[in-house]
């Protein structure tokens, strides 16, 4: 069974910086694409950034060229650098590993919220 920890969420004004980490942990195959989603409230939950096994990422229009998705050598931990953060990034982030491209490991999500 796999397991998906968050960290690093927190308060920030707009502008600032934080970085998101997910860690992995039980059985799971190091070629899952792993990514990010975030749930603002009364919003469904949307895509953010994935990154695959061999490095290619994919990342929302709302987030491109503001946040960083990467993947550390063992393949086990992902991480989101999220710069330049604005009010609308407010949202709980949620790490997810995608076994086959039908099903989500999610894990539980951290919450991030941006001050204007």
């Known amino acids: 069974q796999v397991q998906l920890v968050e960290s690093g969420g927190g308060l920030v004004q707009a502008g600032e910086s934080l970085r998101l980490s997910c860690a992995a942990s039980?059985?799971?195959?190091?070629?899952?694409?792993m990514g990010w989603y975030r749930q603002a409230p009364g919003k469904q939950r949307e895509f953010v950034a994935v990154?695959?096994?061999?490095?290619?990422?994919t990342y929302a229009n709302a987030v491109r060229d503001r946040f960083t998705i990467s993947r550390d050598g063992a393949r086990s931990t992902v991480a989101l650098q999220m710069n330049t953060l604005k009010p609308d990034d407010t949202a709980v982030y949620y790490c997810?590993?995608?076994?086959?491209?039908?099903?989500?490991?999610w894990g539980q999500g951290t919450q991030v919220t941006v001050s204007s």
């Open positions: 990154i695959s096994s061999e490095g290619t990422t």
């Open positions: 997810y590993m995608a076994p086959t491209t039908a099903t989500r490991i």
């Open positions: 039980g059985r799971f195959s190091r070629f899952n694409p």
